[in-house]
């Protein structure tokens, strides 16, 4: 019976020991990490008059319940009288254990009285030819053609989204390129690159027609023709 009660004591001085070790181990660590979070007010792509003067959509961000949506940066400028994309990052206020949450806006600037500037579709019957196959886009994708104000247009995608949109390969994939425009409306490719295989245009030729807001091109690129119509929206 003594045997058994001298059991019962040392187990329950040992449980008692790791116990406190447990509780010094634990001591200035937090239980729960509250981390915090921001939401974009008015989306995460705008398209904003040229001339008008840049408002802010909102944000709002919180942590642990509380509104601390005073407390984010903003990093990066909207110019307004310049056609172009612009990148706003928006960054929280950081938590006790140094995180802190971002949210990233596009604001596109454009002229609303440029004939040439805006949003165009790559007509669905656009097609590819690889090695004698033709092949349809079958869909229209959007493009953004910019005006550089010198006779030169900038163009987020040549090849009208056939890899980044209808392959689905991502913005990495778009033959961003600059195409001057003669008085005659025949188009030329001046420069062109593709970011995720770091090459550009083997050949490009085409027109613009003004007065109805359509570019017929034919982009060769990587051997392949890429013969597109695209009307602005």
Not at 24 to 31: A, D, N, P, V, Y
Not at 72 to 98: A, C, M
Not at 159 to 176: D, P
């Amino acid at each position: 019976m003594k045997k058994n009660i001298l059991y019962t004591m040392l187990f329950a001085l040992v449980a008692l020991m790791v116990t406190s070790c447990g509780d010094k181990k634990s001591e200035g660590l937090s239980r729960f990490t509250y981390y915090p979070t921001i939401e974009l007010e008015g989306g995460d792509y705008v398209v904003w008059d040229k001339g008008t003067a840049w408002e802010e959509p909102g944000y709002a961000s919180t942590l642990n319940g509380e509104d601390v949506s005073s407390e984010v940066t903003i990093s990066g400028n909207v110019d307004v009288n310049t056609s172009g994309v612009y990148h706003l990052v928006y960054t929280t206020k950081k938590n006790d254990d140094g995180f802190d949450a971002s949210a990233a806006r596009t604001v596109v600037v454009l002229d609303p009285n440029s004939t040439i500037e805006g949003f165009y579709l790559t007509q669905p019957d656009s097609y590819r030819v690889r090695e004698g196959a033709q092949v349809a886009y079958g869909n229209a994708y959007e493009i953004l053609v910019i005006d550089n104000g010198d006779g030169t247009v900038s163009v987020d995608d040549l090849l009208g989204g056939w890899y980044c949109q209808r392959a689905g390969y991502g913005s990495n994939y778009s033959l961003a390129g600059t195409l001057g425009i003669g008085a005659d409306g025949s188009v030329s490719c001046l420069e062109s690159f593709l970011i995720g295989w770091g090459d550009s245009h083997d050949d490009f030729s085409g027109t613009y027609d003004a007065e109805n807001g359509i570019f017929q091109v034919d982009c060769v690129y990587a051997g392949m023709n890429f013969v597109q119509t695209w009307v602005k929206e």
